[in-house]
């Protein structure tokens, strides 16, 4: 008999390790997480839905540092520390000593501007990994909204004007991130569009519009990523604020499915009421009025205000994200950093961003011939420019400078990352004789540049979290720039802006490149640029206007100067900010006003040249367009082909992109799907969908209003 019940034991065994458990322990992330909650006591719940901002902690608990947020864990059902970073474009250590490495990738729009979900899954991946080494779980990245308002500060940290290109690179990221065992955001739900009065300001806007455009962009990123948590606004959307917008959670959680938690950004949260709208955890409370989610929320229970299932539904998502993520199966442990190999990817990112704006002459790459060549302005001795806030990366060897006035009493100065373009360039320049000149005396730098055989221009516009910009360059650097390539017209000029900028003085030099704010390896990444080794090949992933008429809104709502605030009785008093041009951001909106920007949206140069034929559109299910691409000219380079869609009475819409190498000479045959959700219209009468259907135009080409091919597809 025993051996027998043995035999049975041991059988019983080998199908649960088969099996995984199957039968004894709960295996999907739903079950696990449903589970745990059965386990947890009211208070450990409660524990879970309420986080601190460790910076303004009274009596802070063993475990917690300085980083963006802290929630203490539940051991005993190995729910770990939850010990959140900002990471939108690499592990931000702004609060902590010069000491603490982290390798930064270039910024968002950079990221964007290379069209290739490759590399920002790439870019995901090691941010990720830095984590992991530094002790992090949450990272608080994934900033998706739209660029609507090109002077919005916090455009840097974004992914353009696109819905598309901005989700498919979100995406990317998010899952590159994850990749590694740890959640990430995707944040900020939604229409964060600018800094100016974040707290107070109530973006107001047609449904079905914010629908085919922002909210898209979200939907397009969490269907790719799945990140197991999104982060909602500081501001209101259509009266509401966005951490207790019932209709916008709806959309999130009912219509899309989304399983993971909102966390609120950090100081967003107004009430414990918000849990009732769909809010499932308070972040940084140190930040809120009080602590929403921790006493109000425990007597909002007891009073049956808020139902005791609402409470297991938030902490059941935010379990269930965890455990979606494997954070509970694989527990962060410190260690050793690999900031050479992590910089790799990092250098290949910005030199994949880098967007070549103009060439005369071919003036570019430059001829190694040059014997004197003169490099002028932008700290280029020093490094490259990064953007300020709760994302800024300091790496190690950073240099700091006071910021300007406008800046937020809170930021960390103006930092430059320690990739000197200056050495870069000299270190590629042969034998040339590389002079530095920082550009304070316009005068005295155009005399030097008529003396130089070339002359290269660092021109850098800072931008910062809580803040927005002017798109004129700051600190007459129009002046300086037309100076210098007045007097000496072989003259490159290299930009370091955190999004789009004006440029009066654009016919005056040979050549322009945008390099964003290029990262830890982006003096590097330039050099190669600038001397071939790397033939550009970024877009803009933003229209460039020639000026602020161009914008739907010529002048920033709300008041620029007045300190930001968290409290909305202080600071500046509440406004409306009419995104009236609803759906039709950026491209679409020049397309719509037939006006003609500086730059259009997925505009850049090669060091080759392109040509485009045999467009053939197909329709059924969705339009198909298939073309050929060759290059026709001497280099082999890159170059990102781009269909745009418009239905009747619509204006275009970018339907799908690719990237393609090519060897001169060598052409290829692509096909490109639209993705049809871009295509279809939401009728916000009927809250739903409209599958597309009718005729479209078909155009295809190397930016938008740059219609190479056209062609029209019918959809039944
Ligand atoms: C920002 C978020 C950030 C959070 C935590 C907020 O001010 O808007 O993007 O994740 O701070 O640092």
Known sequence: MPRTRHAVSLAALAVALTTGHAAAAPTTPEARAAALVARMTTDEKIALVHGHFPMFTKGKPAGMTLHAGYIPGIPRLGIPDLQESDASLGVANAGRGPTDDATSLPSGLALAATFDPEIAYAGGAMIGKEA????YNILLAGGVNLVREPRNGRNFEYLGEDPLLAGTQAGASIKGIQSNHIVSTIKHYALNAQETGRHVANAVIDPAALQESDLLAFHIAIEAGRPGSVMCAYNKVNGLYACENGPLFDILKKDWGYKGWVMSDWGAVHSAEAALTG????????LDKQAYFDAPLKADLASGKIPMAKLDEMVTRIVYGLAANGVLDHPVAAGGLDTAAEGVVAQ?????????????????????????????GGHADIGVLSGGGSSQVVPVGSTKFKPPSWAPSWGGGMIYQPSSPLAAIRALAGGATVTYDAGTDPAATAAAAAKADLVIVFAAQWATEGSDVSLTLPDGQDALITAVATANPKTVVVLETGGPVLTPWIDKPAAVLEAWYPGSRGGEAIARVLFGEVNPSGRLPVSFPTSEAQLPRPKLDGDPTAPESLDPTKGQPPFDVHYTEGAEVGYRWYEKTAAKPQFSFGYGLSYTRFSYSGLKVSGGKTLRATFTVTNSGKRAGIETPQVYAAGEGRTLRLVGFTRVALKPGERRTITIEADPRVLATFDGAAHRWRPAKGRYAVTVGPAAGQAVLTGAGVLP
């Open 132 to 135: 992991r080494q530094k002790g």
């Open 279 to 286: 809010l499932d955890q308070e972040s940084g409370q140190e």
């Open 348 to 376: 290949r990112a910005a030199e994949s961003a880098i967007v070549l704006l103009k060439n005369t002459g071919d003036v570019l790459p430059l001829a190694k011939s040059a014997r004197n060549i003169l490099v002028v």
